[in-house]
């Protein structure tokens, strides 16, 4: 009975900033690690961001020095802070933990837009 929820997606222009939350329910999420990911419009589903369960980030080269991802145990919540949007940014965006990333399980995802 796992529920993550996406919210946060937006319009933005290009420079612009938003910030992701996704709240997660029905799993023990302080030993989960957490991940972003998008998926354009044709295109396939890529990592974002990933954060591990003491705290360590990773990020996808595209993103790296504009993202960051944090967590928030006691709200059972995860965080993706993004400033400097580019056009390119424009995708659906999607929290999951790993097991269900390896079943192939998604959210609702929150859809940001980029424009020029």
């Known amino acids: 009975q796992v529920q993550l929820v996406e919210s946060g997606g937006g319009l933005v222009q290009a420079g612009g900033s938003l910030r992701l939350s996704c709240v997660a329910s029905?799993?023990?999420?302080?030993?989960?690690?957490m991940g972003w990911y998008r998926q354009a419009p044709g295109k396939q589903r890529e990592m974002v961001a990933t954060?591990?369960?003491?705290?360590?980030?990773n990020y996808a080269d595209s993103v790296k020095g504009r993202f960051t991802m944090s967590r928030d145990n006691g709200k059972n919540t995860v965080y993706l802070q993004m400033n400097n949007l580019k056009p390119e940014d424009t995708a659906v965006y999607y929290c999951?933990?790993?097991?269900?990333?390896?079943?192939?399980?998604w959210g609702q995802g929150t859809q940001v837009t980029v424009s020029s």
């Open positions: 029905g799993i023990t999420f302080s030993m989960n690690t």
């Open positions: 999951n933990t790993e097991l269900r990333l390896l079943l192939q399980a």
């Open positions: 954060i591990n369960s003491g705290g360590s980030t």
